[in-house]
Every structure is written in structure tokens, then in C-alpha cells.
């Protein structure tokens, strides 16, 4: 199943996408919320079931706005230089700073939750940096408290997956020693994802998906997942042997090669950028200046 949080009426509302329609949960006695409606684990797949096989009244997709499926997650965890290829242009840029990167342990950093935005929102380019970067991910959303997860049970934490761009601004990111990943990949409007949670049973192997980026049409970056050296079963015993993960969070696996840093092709205003993940739909974002209004003290 594709579940969406969406904006229909001024009323934000959970539901689940029916081919170009959405049903709508919010007269049932399911939760509002989508984290709410996770922590039900299987019963609230069962009822939603149950519901889109009732309900004859949809939305068409047209009249709604999508947001973000978690719409404030408790965490947003991202992993760095997880892709083969990526890590190999990156370690080739610029050896002075990276030299030859570890390969034993995954680099972990956080996003704040407050750079989410939807999946078809604008993407801000600050006035602080225009060293603006796209980078597709896979992203899943965990399913239930968890710690201490071993691999062979990793799967069963895991709720769905969904697509991400971690937008990161290279300057700041680069800024230290030590170098600050968090502050470069947290500025507002700077997580866009969605369009959808699809669930584990309807992706299946999360480890051969196709992954695209494009900019303003042009292809960017093109992956299989299979690419990942850290995959999403390592990441959930990595991260829960540490602390506890919860229902919503979100976890961002990395990007693959083809990233502006190693090109200097810095996003601008006006640029397009869509995220494209088989089987879990694509993300559009315009690229715009940030508005005098995010201005607030």
C-alpha cells in the first residue's frame, strides 16, 4: 500500500493512493496522524485494508496537496559516502581533505526535523550559501520501537520506504575541523520527501531498485541500490545498537555519484530537480531564492 499525508479542504488528513485517487481515512476510527497510525503496526494495515475496499468515494490526486508522510518525524538519520561509486569520486576530488575514507562503520549525521518539506515544495536557496546541492536517496520509515535489532530481523522494523533528497549546502557542511554534516544537510525546506510510504511487502527488495536524479531534465545520477555498501538492514543494527528508534522516524541511506559538489554545477533559482525510485514514484522540487518572510525573531 501507498500511504500520504495531504492537505484536502485546510485539513490535513492521512490516507492511502489508489492509483490516481486517494482514500481518505479520516472518517474512520483510524488515528489523524501518521505516526499515530504506524505505531498500529499490522492491525492498522488491516483496517485500512478493510476501508479501501469499502469506500467508493475517492479524491482524485489532482485535488489534494501532498506533504511530507511523516510530517515532523521524532528523528531524520542520514548516512554519508554510502554508495560505491560516490565515495570513490569524492575520495578522487579532493585528497587533501578526505584521503581514503573508512570503510568499516557507515558515517552517520542528523538532519533537524524542521528541514522537511513536501514533495513538491520549493526548495529554498539561502542567502547565507549558494553552494546548493541535490542528492536523490532511499529513505524508510521505521515501524516500531525498537533496539537492539539483529540483521535477519531488520526487515520486520522497517515499516516502508520512500524517496528523499538530502539537500545539503557544501560550504557549511565542509565548515570545521571537524567537518559539520549536520549544519550543511539542516537548513529549512532542505529534506523534501515522500510522495508516499510504501510498504515493505509492496517493494520488496529494497536492495534493486532503480534511483534516478534529474536536473531540469538532464540525468544526473543513475544507481541501482545495489550499490549501497551499508544497506538498510546494516543501518537499523548499526543505529539501534546505539539508541532507540521509533515509529516514524526516518532514516536517508546516501546518494550515489553524480552530485554538483564534484561538478560545481551549484542549483539556482528556477532549477527543477526530480527524484526517481522504481516502484516508490518520483519527488519534483523548483529551486527558488529564500523568501525575505523566513525572517523571524
Known amino acids: 500500500m501507498k500511504f500520504v499525508s495531504f492537505l484536502y479542504q485546510s485539513e490535513i488528513k492521512i490516507g492511502a493512493v489508489i492509483e490516481d485517487e486517494v482514500v481518505d481515512f479520516s472518517s474512520s476510527k483510524l488515528p489523524k496522524n501518521m505516526i499515530d497510525f504506524i505505531k498500529l503496526g499490522e492491525s492498522g494495515l488491516d483496517q485500512a485494508s478493510s476501508i479501501i475496499k469499502k469506500t467508493k468515494r475517492r479524491i482524485s490526486l489532482n ?77 524508510f520509515i521505521i515501524g516500531k520501537k525498537c533496539r537492539h535489532v539483529p540483521y535477519d530481523y531488520a526487515s520486520n522494523v522497517i515499516y ?21 554534516m549536520t549544519l550543511g544537510k539542516s537548513w529549512d525546506t532542505h529534506c523534501p520527501y515522500g510522495p508516499y510510504i510504501v510498504t515493505s511487502d509492496e517493494v520488496g527488495n529494497p536492495h534493486a531498485l532503480r534511483l534516478e536524479t534529474h536536473v531540469n531534465g538532464d540525468l544526473k545520477q543513475s544507481t541501482s541500490t545495489s550499490d549501497l555498501i551499508f544497506n538498510c538492514f546494516s543501518l537499523v543494527e548499526y543505529l539501534s545498537t546505539v539508541f532507540t528508534l521509533e515509529p516514524g522516524d526516518l532514516i536517508s541511506t546516501g546518494t550515489p555519484a553524480g552530485v554538483a559538489m564534484t561538478t560545481k554545477d551549484w542549483l539556482q533559482p528556477g532549477d527543477e530537480v526530480r527524484v526517481s525510485i522504481e516502484k516508490l514514484g518520483n519527488i519534483n522540487n523548483i529551486v527558488i531564492d529564500e523568501p525575505d518572510d523566513t525572517i523571524a525573531y
Open 63 to 139: 485535488d489534494v496537496k501532498l506533504i511530507a508522510p511523516v510530517p515532523k518525524p521524532n528523528k531524520i538519520l542520514a548516512v554519508g559516502l554510502n554508495y560505491k561509486a560516490h565515495k570513490k569520486e569524492v575520495e578522487a576530488q579532493d585528497r587533501d581533505k578526505f584521503g581514503k575514507l573508512q570503510d568499516d562503520y557507515p558515517i552517520i549525521f542528523n538532519k533537524q526535523n524542521t528541514s522537511v518539506t513536501g514533495p513538491y515544495d520549493n526548495i529554498h536557496r539561502p542567502k547565507a550559501s549558494h553552494y546548493l546541492d541535490y542528492e536523490g536517496e532511499l529513505g
Open 160 to 180: 516502508g520506504y520512500t524517496i528523499v533528497n538530502d539537500v545539503s549546502i557544501r560550504d557549511w557542511q565542509m565548515r570545521g575541523p571537524p567537518i559539520t
